[in-house]
């Protein structure tokens, strides 16, 4: 992706400084976790399949995986960091995702942040008591000003391996932050 500004024309500084563009390409930050047969049971239940695939151990080793594997969208939000769940910070808007769109120290000044896409790319099934590498690093910055004013775009892209190197899982989200409402934020 090409980093992009629809507001070329404007007298305004660019919020992308040069700190933020140097971070396109990297790994802002990894882990490694565990996918728990209770976490895996969890998410199932949040989300309302039944499927036996997840739950039963029995049914699951007539299947073609052999063993209760987790359901598609099972993300490194889930995995068990040895006992604890991912560090990543979880926002007032409750969502984990949004993440992203802080490992840019630069872009502070700009606290409201929300979801705009995510895209997820599955290639294996996630097995119960796998050992996964979870890793994000930051594909493109850029800025748009929009009825709202001006915005930041943040694309991440986070990559999920199993202990053999293979990808599992791709998970690309882009955040979009500005700066807070009036009065947001104050009396911190």
């Known amino acids: 992706m090409d980093s992009q500004s629809n507001d070329k024309n404007s007298s305004e500084e660019s919020w992308i400084t040069e700190e933020v563009r140097a971070m396109i390409g990297e790994v ?8 728990t047969l209770t976490q895996i049971k969890k998410f199932a239940q949040s989300i309302g ?4 695939l997840y739950f039963s ?3 699951a080793k007539s299947g073609r995986y052999g063993s209760i594997v987790a359901p598609p969208l099972f993300d490194d939000q889930f995995l068990d960091y040895d006992g604890r769940e991912a560090e990543l910070e979880i926002l007032e808007s409750g969502s984990r995702i949004v993440q992203v ?5 630069a ?3 700009l606290r409201s942040a929300f979801e705009g896409e995510v895209e997820y790319e599955l290639f294996k099934p996630i097995r119960a008591g796998d050992v996964i590498k979870a890793s994000r690093k930051i594909i493109d910055v850029y800025e748009k000003k929009g009825r709202s004013g001006r915005m930041v775009f943040i694309v991440g892209e986070t990559t999920l391996k199993d202990e053999q190197g293979d990808t599992v899982l ?11 409402a009036e009065g947001e934020g104050e009396g911190e």
């Not at 399949?49 to 036996?52: A, G, I, R, Y």
């Not at 769109?101 to 120290?105: A, F, L, M, N, W």
């Open 28 to 35: 802002v930050w990894s882990d490694t976790g565990k996918a």
């Open 49 to 52: 399949d039944k499927n036996p």
């Open 57 to 59: 151990e029995e049914y």
């Open 101 to 105: 769109g802080h490992d840019i120290q």
């Open 107 to 109: 872009l502070e000044h």
């Open 170 to 180: 791709i998970c690309r989200s882009t955040v979009i932050r500005m700066p807070a």
